[in-house]
């Protein structure tokens, strides 16, 4: 099963943080996800600009808004991701607890939905929809 594991940061606890005890999480977070990927468990792994960088979209009565910032007031903002394979969620918990963010902020395990599983579901309904019309 795929599992995406969503890091999130505090940034006032970031912020607070010496240099060079970042750069010694970081160098643990980096060495970790090495260690993951040469076992076959990590398959993507990225880190995001900051919050201050994001627009948020919306399409609301057919008007698109954007907007800087995250979408909403957050303590905690999304700070980069990992796609790990694991062989359950017990499994992708223990491998997100690893990872030194943790700490300072929260890792949101969730399970990847197969899209392909998605896409054929959807255009099955269709063929159906269409046929019966």
């Given at each position: 099963?795929?599992?995406?594991?969503?890091?999130?940061?505090?940034?006032?606890?970031?912020?607070?943080?010496?240099?060079?005890?970042?750069?010694?999480?970081?160098?643990?977070?980096?060495?970790?996800?090495?260690?993951?990927?040469?076992k076959?468990?990590?398959i993507?792994?990225?880190?995001?600009?900051?919050?201050?960088?994001a627009?948020?979209?919306?399409?609301?009565?057919?008007?698109?808004?954007?907007?800087?910032?995250p979408?909403?007031?957050?303590?905690?903002?999304?700070?980069?991701?990992?796609?790990?394979?694991?062989?359950?969620?017990?499994?992708?918990?223990?491998?997100?607890?690893?990872?030194?963010?943790?700490?300072?902020?929260?890792?949101?395990?969730?399970?990847?939905?197969?899209?392909?599983?998605?896409?054929?579901?959807?255009?099955?309904?269709?063929?159906?929809?269409?046929?019966?019309?």
């Amino acid at each position: 099963m795929k599992f995406m594991l969503l890091i999130y940061n505090d940034s006032k606890l970031l912020d607070a943080m010496p240099a060079p005890e970042f750069d010694a999480n970081m160098r643990e977070c980096l060495s970790h996800a090495d260690e993951l990927r040469e076992k076959g468990k990590l398959i993507q792994s990225q880190m995001l600009e900051g919050a201050e960088t994001a627009k948020s979209v919306r399409i609301r009565k057919a008007r698109m808004t954007a907007i800087d910032g995250p979408f909403s007031e957050t303590k905690e903002v999304l700070g980069g991701f990992n796609l790990i394979e694991a062989e359950n969620m017990e499994e992708a918990v223990r491998i997100a607890a690893e990872f030194p963010w943790a700490n300072t902020g929260c890792v949101e395990v969730r399970p990847v939905r197969d899209i392909g599983a998605v896409r054929e579901r959807v255009n099955d309904v269709t063929a159906l929809s269409s046929r019966e019309a």
